[in-house]
């Protein structure tokens, strides 16, 4: 059976690994869903994770990793804090910062042409 009514699947999966609270979790899907979300950025797939360490003794035990496809263009992005809250917070700001970079960028196709000196094709004005 078939039905008009669809839902898009989500393209970025995000993993919690360790004792991650819900708190934690529902604070970092928002976050996530905003950047990710805009209007204006091309298709975004990939993963995010975060992890919470073990060991009580580090002095950052949060770690968040991201590696995602904005289009044509590969983003990495990691992050360490003391806190869950600290770790999604700065994952947010380098991501927003470098999905901006990955959606402006002009090598997906446009390329600048060769002035007629060098070969390029000449306009008639």
């Known amino acids: 059976m078939t039905s008009d009514n ?17 708190e934690t979790r529902a604070y970092a899907r928002t976050k996530i869903d ?7 950025l091309p298709a975004v797939t990939g993963e995010v ?11 950052r035990p ?5 590696d ?8 990495v992005v990691v ?3 003391a ?13 927003r910062r470098q999905t901006d970079k990955a959606a402006h960028a002009w090598d997906d196709g446009h390329r600048t042409t060769a002035p007629p000196w060098r070969g390029g094709s000449r306009r008639s004005a």
């Open 6 to 22: 669809t839902q898009a699947i989500p393209a970025v999966r995000l993993r919690f690994d360790g004792p991650v609270d819900e």
């Open 83 to 95: 806190t869950g809250h600290e770790v999604v917070d700065q994952l947010h700001d380098r991501l």
């Open 79 to 81: 992050a360490e804090e």
């Open 49 to 59: 994770r975060i992890v919470q360490a073990a060991t009580r003794h580090a002095d």
């Open 62 to 66: 949060w770690l968040a990793t991201a």
């Open 68 to 75: 995602l496809h904005v289009g044509r263009r590969q983003v």
């Open 34 to 40: 905003t950047v990710l979300g805009r209007s204006g």
